[in-house]
């Protein structure tokens, strides 16, 4: 059955992941005199084989506007454990650029969902695809972002995944902008570091190349 409060989220076996992450949510953490954990669940942004995302928002007196991605599957007992490990080293790197997680929870399935923070932006290809965007600022704005990653790699973090969809225009800034940091790492616990820091290299080059691609139709 569906949530009441949150009809559109995807809830496995009765458990709604807006009410599960509204507990698993830190009171305190943007210093509201009267902080609420209370979610509201906006619209889907994508629904996929692997995961949905939502866009979800945070009530209270500056209501805030977050992202809510949640698995279909299961994930092993560690899930948490990873989740909290992926947060901490994300503060401690404090990158701009990088969007921060906030909580996670598993249902009862074991599925789990993340909620982290929202910047409103379009995938950088569909920007150019659109014609809001030359293709050659658009390369230009990707190299920050693989300089983001060589210094996530020296950290031993990796993207994890690093395809266009994670690769946004942040609207406000107008810098490239990497979403979901970490997340499919923590699916995919046993994955070697050096295949990870491949697979983040090879997502840049993908992306540049069909970015020079565009530019040259
Ligand atoms: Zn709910």
New binding site residues.
Partial sequence: MA????PI?A?HRGF?????L?DALAPVEDNEPTPTKR?T?QVPLGRGARADVYLVRRDGPSPRLLRLKTWHRAADVQFLSRFGQLQKELESWAARDVDRPLAASLDAAGCPSVLTEFRQGLPIVDRVRSGRLAAADAVALLKPIGALIAQAHARGLFHGSVVSGNVVVDAESGRARLLDFGLTGLMEPDEEPSVRASKDLAGIQALSDSLRLLRIH
């Fill in positions: 949530c009441q409060r949150h989220a809830t709604c992941a807006a009410c599960l509204e979610l669940i």
